[in-house]
């Protein structure tokens, strides 16, 4: 069984960078056919899509994301993380990371870690 | 605005069938599988359905996923009040390389 747990601050500053790590146990990142992606989840509203990574490096993000997302894989660690640049009070949301399947779907989740930016 | 349209709510009584549907366009839905997720309240998503219309071991037969054209539906039948949560669709979009969801359904069982 797959489990992903996400940890990082809970609070960042405007204009400053969240950063988060999603610890996978009970699975590699390295395994091929599935890809480590983040979403995210404001306060009572939707999911966004955030981005993925694929064990070898390759990305692709959310167009509307792309100048401040930075997802990064470390596979000796089996984990990945998530820089976003310069946030907003906009980017105050519950972060969860997931296994998806290219193009497919997202079969596994963490339980999410809220972040909140304020000063 | 979601790329992906859902209806903001739906409600049944237990025991009844409900659908949700999620209408896209042939930029994502029209040409790619999409999924269905659970929200119960203060947990994570949860995938219901895959590739329109398969379930992942351990989900019940009371859910299914169907597809025509560029609208997706979600459908529970014997309604529990253990399903009450937020349901959202999703799916790859090919003009805009990536994934999308729907505003998501909050389902409640009368």
């Known amino acids: 069984q797959v489990q992903l747990q996400e940890s990082g601050p809970g609070l960042v500053k405007p204009s400053e960078t969240l950063s988060l790590t999603c610890n996978v146990s009970?699975?590699?990142?390295?395994?091929?056919?599935?890809?480590w992606s983040w979403i995210r989840q404001p306060p009572g509203k939707g999911l966004e899509w955030i981005g993925y990574i694929y064990y070898t490096g390759s990305t692709n993000y959310n167009p509307s994301l792309k100048s401040r997302v930075t997802i990064s894989v470390d596979t000796s660690k089996n984990q990945f993380s998530l820089k976003l640049s310069s946030v907003t009070a906009a980017d105050t949301a519950v972060y969860y990371c997931?296994?998806?399947?290219?193009?497919?779907?997202?079969?596994?989740w963490g339980q999410g870690t809220l972040v909140t930016v304020s000063s | 605005q979601s790329v992906l349209t859902q209806p903001p709510s739906v409600s049944a009584a237990p025991g009844q069938k409900v659908t949700i549907s999620c209408s896209g366009s042939?930029?994502?839905?029209?040409?790619?599988?999409g999924s269905w997720y659970q929200q119960l309240p203060g947990t994570a998503p949860k995938l219901l359905i895959y590739?329109?219309?398969k379930r992942p071991s351990g989900i019940p037969d009371r859910f299914s996923g169907s597809k025509s054209g560029m609208s997706a539906t979600l459908g529970i039948t014997g309604l529990q009040t253990g399903d009450e949560a937020d349901y959202y669709c999703?799916?790859?979009?090919?003009?805009?390389?990536?994934?999308?969801f729907g505003g998501g359904t909050k389902l409640t069982v009368l």
């Open positions: 590739d329109s219309n």
């Open positions: 999703g799916t790859w979009d090919s003009s805009l390389s990536a994934w999308v």
């Open positions: 042939s930029l994502n839905i029209g040409n790619n599988y």
């Open positions: 997931a296994r998806e399947k290219y193009l497919g779907y997202s079969d596994y």
């Open positions: 009970g699975g590699s990142v390295s395994r091929g056919s599935y890809y």
